[in-house]
């Protein structure tokens, strides 16, 4: 009995030495002030899924692309791709799916301001870079049309002019999504 | 070098936009309680601005990311076409166009505008025809090549008088030359094996200033500012680089006059980083010189070169971090429900049993 006594007094002390707010319930007023955060809880908890489902969507893409050959591949040189095409040239109207999407894109560069209302001076080097690497190659593409270059020849450097015009898109579409976050 | 960084990047792209997007949404959702403490509010705002200003920096990071893989992909096959004796390392002036021969046989006809090139910026069109630049008539044999031979003549950054015939109408347009990206190899100390090759141009830019926001000004903004003309700074580079101040008005880099803030960008980009330069620029309504230093890149030796045979695989560098997920309000404590009457009782009577 004596035992027992004791450790009820101990049980009561501890109760007693505990923070009043934590075993306190709140009024209705209190309760009513915390259930109107809830909706901006909710938001949050909203846009968590939205980026959780982003990633998801992104790793599938990236999955799907490696699965498909887009991966990792050994680069070759320049000389060898045009060997290669030398041997089996492409007909002039047949376009690789990256030259098909390059002028679906220059279209869409086409019809865009010049520059966003406010420029980021890191995201306009990297526009400003692509634009260069493309202007030279379609400086490329002149001289070797005028040496009358045989068409593998053009059709390396088409290639490489499509696979930048995507590149630009892609980053004058994150300048885009950037401004209208703005 | 694989194309699998572009993607990875790419996807980085798309989680960071995503992330932009989702935050905007929060604030707009997050209907400001009239009970909320108006503090609370302005934290949880910041909070948000803040995690926007990041995701920002990471669509930046990794559009960067892009252009810098991608330049480095295609260099090798621009390499191999490149007349060095004849181009030089530096690159010469372009305007930006593909051309090809008429049916005619009077003029060069465009094939392609560049994107966002001089040409571009000029007026130039698909399907135009070259028949003169800077006052030479381009006729007979070979056109286009003889477009390119009159603009071997001409240097970066000056201005080429360009005729074209438009529908069978002829008009005259003026376009800014630019010189070609040229090459430039850098050594990075913390780069196994050593020799990076690094964009020449516009990518040389790096560190606070790439944070750096400029506007053009409109008539309205510049009469607010002070100043008719010239690029209005939104956000100075944080660490005081370029001197530079919130509000300022960039009226001229060593003497050129930005017309956008793309054209401001692109003359900082014509500077190598540690270069001296002075700014003309209008603050609180005082014009005044600054002169001042482009951001050095951290320990790095440049080495001109042209010879292929130096490019290396670049080990990738560190892809920017995703963005931490937002902190979860915690959801409201459920009230304890009151004692039932007699309970203390049953207790001590189990207790005793």
Same mark, same amino acid.
């Given at each position: ?28 007023? +209190? ?67 990256? +030259? ?9 560069? +086409? ?48 290639? +490489? ?22 | ?34 009970? /909320? ?96 630049? $800077? ?6 044999? $070979? ?11 001409? /240097? ?33 100390? $913390? ?37 008719? /003309? ?8 944080? =660490? ?103 309970? =203390? /009782? ?8």
């Amino acid at each position: 009995m004596h035992t027992e006594l004791e450790h009820s007094r101990c049980v009561a002390r501890l109760l007693r030495e505990l923070p009043d707010d934590a075993g306190r319930p709140y009024d209705w007023h +209190e309760f009513q002030r915390r259930a109107q955060g809830a909706p901006a809880a909710a938001a949050r908890v909203a846009g968590v899924r939205a980026l959780a489902a982003a990633i998801v969507i992104a790793l599938a893409v990236l999955a799907t692309a490696i699965r498909l050959g887009a991966g990792p591949r050994p680069p070759h040189p320049p000389a060898a791709t045009v060997a290669a095409d030398t041997a089996a040239p492409a007909a002039a109207g047949d376009a690789s799916p990256a +030259e098909r999407d390059a002028a679906a894109a220059q279209y869409w560069l +086409e019809r865009l301001p010049r520059e966003p209302a406010v420029v980021r001076v890191g995201t306009r080097a990297a526009v400003e870079t692509l634009e260069d690497h493309i202007a030279q190659v379609d400086d490329l593409l002149t001289t070797e049309r005028a040496g009358s270059a045989p068409a593998a020849r053009l059709r390396v450097l088409q290639r +490489e002019r499509a696979q930048l015009v995507n590149s630009l898109v892609q980053v004058r579409y994150a300048e885009t999504l950037a401004d209208a976050t703005r | 070098m694989s194309r699998c960084p572009l993607i990875l990047t790419w996807s980085l792209v798309l989680m960071a936009g995503a992330a932009a997007v989702s935050c905007r949404p929060t604030i707009a959702l997050a209907d400001p309680p009239a009970a /909320k403490d108006s503090a609370d509010r302005a934290a949880d705002e910041a909070k948000l601005d803040e995690q926007l200003e990041a995701a920002r920096k990471q669509l930046d990071a990794a559009a960067r990311q892009v252009a810098e893989l991608t330049a480095q992909l295609s260099r090798p096959v621009i390499e191999s076409f490149t007349d060095w004796d004849m181009d030089g390392m530096h690159g010469r002036a372009i305007i930006g166009v593909q051309l090809e021969a008429t049916t005619g046989g009077q003029g060069a006809r465009v094939r392609e505008v560049s994107p966002g090139g001089p040409a571009a910026e000029a007026g130039i069109r698909t399907g135009d025809v070259i028949v003169a630049v $800077n006052g030479t008539e381009v006729k007979g044999e $070979n056109p286009a090549r003889q477009v390119m031979r009159l603009m071997r003549g001409v /240097k970066p950054d000056s201005k080429v008088s360009v005729r074209v015939l438009h529908d069978g109408t002829s008009h005259d347009f003026t376009v800014v030359a630019r010189a070609a990206p040229g090459y430039f190899f850098a050594e990075f100390p $913390n780069f196994s094996p050593g020799l990076m090759p690094e964009a020449h141009g516009p990518l040389l830019l790096h560190g606070s200033v790439m944070d750096m926001e400029l506007a053009t000004l409109t008539p309205q903004l510049g009469r607010y500012f002070g100043s008719d /003309k010239g690029v209005l700074v939104v956000r100075a580079p944080a =660490d005081g680089a370029l001197k530079l101040e919130d509000g300022d008005v960039i009226l001229a880099i060593d003497g050129r006059q930005p017309e956008s803030g793309s054209h401001a960008t692109r003359i900082l980009a014509s500077y190598q980083p540690g270069e001296k330069l002075t700014l003309r620029i209008v603050r609180m309504h005082k014009t005044l010189d600054v002169e001042t230093t482009l951001p050095a890149r951290a320990a790095h030796k440049h080495v001109a070169t042209g010879e292929s045979h130096l490019h290396r695989v670049v080990p990738m560098p560190p892809l920017p971090q995703v963005m931490p997920l937002p902190q979860v309000a915690p959801l409201p404590p459920v009230a304890p429900l009151p004692p039932v009457p007699g309970a =203390d /009782k049953t207790m001590a009577l189990r207790d005793q049993a």
